[in-house]
């Protein structure tokens, strides 16, 4: 299938005998009415002409006005997109009704698909080293590319203090995801670790003894770590604290974190690069750090300590914060700022980053030199490598590369790389007791529900959890026919509640299955998660969401202290 960003989009079948080098994607017969969806474990039996993912561009339609489309067309993916022999007559065995079809999902059939990969953790209060002011979180991920590049992490920092938990969104495939969900939280662990901690995990390396445990992982099945790249991925690491030793005079200072994500976002952006750049022996392993590097990723990541909550994000993720009112009412607070078009100051940092002739092409139809959406992110080396570089790691490269169209092809007015960074902008947030929750969702989320509305469903429905408590009735006596009564309306108010058990699942069931009134609509909802795997990518995007959970006691009372 052609993926092709926008509200509306339309899907080509075709056959190929090729595999492309940054789609592990291949569409198969429809597999979402089985709640069993793992990524990157569904076969494929048919190929595509092309793929692209929203992030980037790679093709057109003909049915499709192209400024609905998030990238705009360029003539040099024209034979890399074009399907060779004429697709009419693959389609033949393929029909789509042009008429409704009135099958649909049973809401058990839905609750299996929106629950397959939800995940929920409850932090202990007491952690043997502070009260922890983050009650727990939870969180779920609904693909809709196959297999989904969407990634999430979650992790509990054992040699210093506070959580660490974030969202990553793939484009041209899911490998650079997949390496930054599992190696950015120790960058930033590292960079948190005072040094005398340093010397002992280097001591310890050296000396072959047990390491000391930097992260505690809280992970759904689902969720994998890359086995046959640890130790390539342990060495970068190591050298990175090895070049923190070496700075660090041993002074006792207090680290700063803003200064610690940003170099951490940093660091291992330029060790994905060197990686591709170096190769490996290995043959597997170096066509994976090349389709990482080739690949990219925004990331939206959150560390909270006690009553400091910091957000670094690269890309067009986004943390909202759930402030709860005095009159009970829900508000929202954006904790991050989109790395894209619509952001005036991302406009202007470009442009004052590269020449005055430039000015006109180096942000066109509101994406990266015609090309990329989010203006951050990781990986993207097409938009950092100089033309010589990208020449020749291609050329020496594996044939899957060397043969591949879109590595091959160079951006339009690329003249001063890099164009593209994975700096992240880091906020900060002094918690309070009436701030509530943190969302941390990749943007398709976003791309269909409000912020407002976000923190509006996600606080109804932890009020509903509330609800569920037994009603107290302080005393009084009451009929059979009043108790009767409160239970109904309880019930009225919270039937959702009772569907779910994590609110990201909730949200996403509103997100995919919301009508104009703000509800959800159960056929609505039976029919998109109906949709083929040829078919969803069209309606949306991946959804990924962690809803974090404040003990407002907690915060309350360090505020108390101090």
């Known amino acids: 299938m052609c993926v092709c960003p926008g509200p509306r989009r339309i899907g080509i079948p075709v056959r190929s005998s090729s595999l492309s080098l940054l789609s592990d994607a291949m569409p198969a017969p429809t597999q979402l009415f089985f709640p069993l969806i793992r990524n990157c474990e569904l076969s494929r039996i048919y190929g595509t002409a092309c793929y692209c993912h929203h992030k980037h561009l790679c093709c057109s339609s ?16 024209a034979t890399f997109c074009r399907p060779k022999e004429n697709w009419w007559q693959y389609t033949q065995g393929r029909r789509y009704a042009s008429t409704p079809q009135k099958f649909y999902l049973t809401p058990p059939q839905v609750n299996s698909i929106l629950k397959a990969n939800e995940y929920s953790f409850k932090v202990p209060e007491f952690d043997g080293k502070n009260v922890s002011s983050v009650l727990g979180f939870d969180s779920n991920q609904l693909p809709a590319n196959a297999p989904i590049e969407d990634r999430r992490s979650a992790a509990t920092c054992l040699q210093t203090r506070g959580m660490l938990l974030g969202v990553f969104d793939g484009h041209a495939g899911c490998a650079c995801s997949q390496a930054v969900s599992e190696r950015l939280f120790y960058y930033i662990a590292v960079s948190l670790l005072p040094h005398e901690t340093l010397l002992e995990i280097e001591n310890a390396v050296e000396s072959g003894r047990a390491l ?11 969720d994998y770590f890359s086995k046959e790249a640890s130790k390539l ?67 939206c990541v959150a560390h909270v300590d006690g009553v400091n909550l910091h957000v670094a994000n690269t890309g067009d993720s986004r943390a909202m914060l759930g402030v709860q009112e005095e009159d009970g009412s829900w508000s929202a607070v954006t904790l991050s700022n989109d790395h894209n078009a619509q952001n005036e100051r991302e ?27 989010p203006f951050r992110a990781f990986g993207d080396v097409k938009f950092k490598w100089s033309i010589d ?27 001063t790389p890099p164009y593209l960074t994975a700096e992240p902008e880091v906020t900060y947030h002094r918690l309070r007791p009436q701030d509530k929750f943190l969302v941390l969702a990749t943007d398709g989320l976003w791309e269909t529900m409000h912020r407002q ?52 699942t909730h949200l ?25 795997e040829e078919l969803a990518r069209m309606y949306r995007d991946d959804i990924t969401i962690i809803v974090v959970q404040f003990n407002s006691h907690v915060v309350g009372a360090c505020q108390n202290q101090e």
């Open 233 to 299: 991925y342990f060495n970068s690491l190591r050298t990175y604290w090895q070049e923190l030793i070496d700075l660090n005079t041993g002074e006792t200072a207090d680290i700063d974190v803003k200064e610690a994500l940003i170099n951490a976002f940093k660091r291992l952006d330029n060790d994905i690069s060197l990686e591709a750049q170096v190769g490996d022996p290995n043959s597997f392993l170096n066509y994976l750090v090349l389709r990482v590097a080739f690949s990219g990723a925004t990331a």
């Open 453 to 504: 509305d976000v923190v509006r469903i996600v606080g109804e429905y932890l009020t509903g959890m509330h609800h569920q408590q037994p009603i107290a009735v302080g005393g009084y006596k009451v009929t059979l026919g009043q108790m009767h009564g409160l239970l109904t309306e309880r019930r009225a108010k919270m039937s959702s509640v009772f569907e779910d058990q994590n609110a990201a």
């Open 389 to 415: 570089l990208q020449k020749r790691v291609i050329e020496s490269g594996p044939d899957q590369l060397n043969d591949n169209e879109y590595t091959k092809f160079i951006p339009p007015n690329y003249h």
């Open 212 to 222: 000391l445990p930097i992260l505690q992982w809280h992970k759904h099945p689902n």
């Open 62 to 77: 003909p049915y499709i006005p192209q400024s609905h489309l998030r990238y705009a067309p360029h003539p040099a993916y």
């Open 508 to 532: 996403i069931r509103h997100a995919v299955g919301n009508n104009e009134f703000g509800s959800v609509d159960h056929e609505r909802l039976s029919k998109m998660l109906s949709l083929p």
């Open 347 to 373: 406009l202007e940092r470009l442009k004052l980053e590269h020449p005055k002739n430039e000015a006109k092409s180096v942000v066109k139809q509101d994406r990266l030199l015609g090309l990329l959406m």
